[in-house]
């Protein structure tokens, strides 16, 4: 919260608040009294000054007093301390209920979200007005709370109950379609969703709520089909109805991304107007016209600037996770490294948090913004800037990022895979891939030229292995398991593949697969459920087979890596960071190599090892060498060995940055 009016005399008005609290600590009442309200005088936005000014009426023992004081601050400045103190004026004054409402909503603004919440539930159980706007705010505002907690059964039960008192509030529909969503209650989601887009005709929030109910987990192909085709047709009805000009639609655009569309299947599986390019294409087609009538001033690609041969290449990197994240880890090489002779390079950071690898960007970067939450401040910065080439470093996981991708900031957009597939921007130039992550044919699967630079395309330092500190007992496994480790999030398991796991069991005996759960139990239970469904095919018991692990931190999954036997990637969408994770812990991991980049990534960093042999063109011999390395440990022993010996070939290779570096001068023009 911010001041609404801040007098030009601040100093002065500071040093009456100071004399006030000064002559309050030696009991001079009246002196006191007379320095705030000077000071209040003087700068009516100044938020000690009625503080001070409270405590000094409550220990008059005037809390009447003291809550038009803080009321009267609420018109200028309504910070956490003065709601609270508010809130406390109001229970010395015996209206207790009262009271709870602006501790609550202290809280509430300090994002200290337990106690906003206690503080809430005791106004609710003592208010009797439940259709005051208050009574609404208070369970928005409450529902909000256990949202941010990852609580989103209690979310929802408390919108569900807001629909019956507030039927005509479209944001508890959406609060509602959310919270369904996040648990991967799609079913209930797209039934409320389709309700409320029938009770508000008008409202865009609606649609694109509903555009973006994509099931976490699919029970089987046709329900992956269905979720396409429903896309399909309420991105072709909102394309074909909405107002680019509406501030609505907007607004809309920047409250998600199509995030899920990318886990449900591969291009052979969808074709035509089903296909993920097409799909894309329309998405971002839509969205640039949507930026451009609302920001006409940035529509047009801007003049390149006049260079001369001296003169450096200016190279902008923008991201929502230059942070300790798979994206900001896997690109600070690029700006570690870059040729300082040649380039300046600028880096844009639009999400909240910072940590180490925050500081590392800003520290090899030329210029450093950190911006959250404000397209337009990031969007001027850029222009000014007047950067030759502004690189995206992920586009499809943050929604804000992709509305600045459709505006034209600099002469030349590229795009990268930290979410790996076309945008289907107008706007983006290139995308930047890697040899080794690509197919013959991989220009077909992209809107954008394709750039391929040599081996991975990046550049990593060797990473350091934590010693184990504990063992496969502390896990529930047996030094007589053959564990097969699969880490990769449930979304990425395809119902199509579930068999794989109870072949390889019928093969391996002593076989034990090891998944990590999802965040919500109800996700990790569906999985379950699936997943020993297919066992019960081949008459074995998946509880006997499947292990699945809480979320562990980062140096207990490492030791899990080194405590395994076999990795088994998933299909379509592999791992990667997961992937080089595997091969730090000299782990043989089985994938296969499907048809476009992302279900290709963990055979490209296998292929640049030299380290093929678990690499299969099919699910029978993905399962065929999953089988063979559970039975023969000198076979896996093996391939650990050769991991050993290879793996320095995947660290400190510049090769993908001389390509990148060589690519940025090759596109940008010299006077």
Known sequence: MTDKMISPDVELATFHCQLGSQFLELGQLAAAESEYQKAIAICPGLTNAYLGYGALLLLQNQP?????TYEKALQYTSTPEILSALGLAWVALGNETQGYYYLGLSAYYSCDYKTAIDYYNQYLANCQDYQSSIHLEVNLNLGDCYQRLNQYNDAAAIYRRLIDEFPQVVEVYLNLILSLSEIGAIAEAISWATVAVKNFPDQISLKFAKLRLFPILYNNTAEIFASRQGFAQDLKGIINQASIFDNATLQAMGEGTNFYLQYQGDEQLFKGSLSEKNLQRQYGDFLHRVMVAHYPEWGETPPPRLRGKSDKIRVGYICSFLQWHTVGNLFLGWVKNSDRQKFQVYCYYTGQEADQITDLYQQY??????????????SQQIYSDRLDILVFLELGMCPQTLQIAGLKLAPIYCATWGHPTTTGLPTID??????????????TYYNEHLICLPNLGIYLDQPSFPPSAKSRSDWQMSDHDIIYLSCQSLFKYLPRYDDIYGKIAQGVNQAKFVFISHWYQEVTAKFQK??????DKFGLS???????????????????????????????FTGFATTLDAIAANLPLVTHQGEIMRSRQSAGILRRLGVTETIASSESEYIEIAVKLGLDPETRTAIKQKIQNHRFRLYHDLQGLQGLEEFYQNCVPVK
């Open 542 to 572: 998946g509880e006997d087979y499947c292990l699945f692990l809480p979320r562990l931190n980062y140096a207990e999954y490492l030791q899990l890596q080194s405590l395994a036997d076999v990795g088994l990637d998933t299909f379509q």
């Open 64 to 68: 009447q007093q003291a809550i038009n």
């Open 530 to 535: 699936r997943l020993y469904a297919a066992f």
């Open 430 to 443: 290139y995308f930047i891939s890697a040899e080794l992550l690509e197919p013959a044919n991989a220009q």
């Open 365 to 378: 970067s030329e210029k450093f913004y950190h911006i959250y939450n404000n397209i337009e401040q990031v």
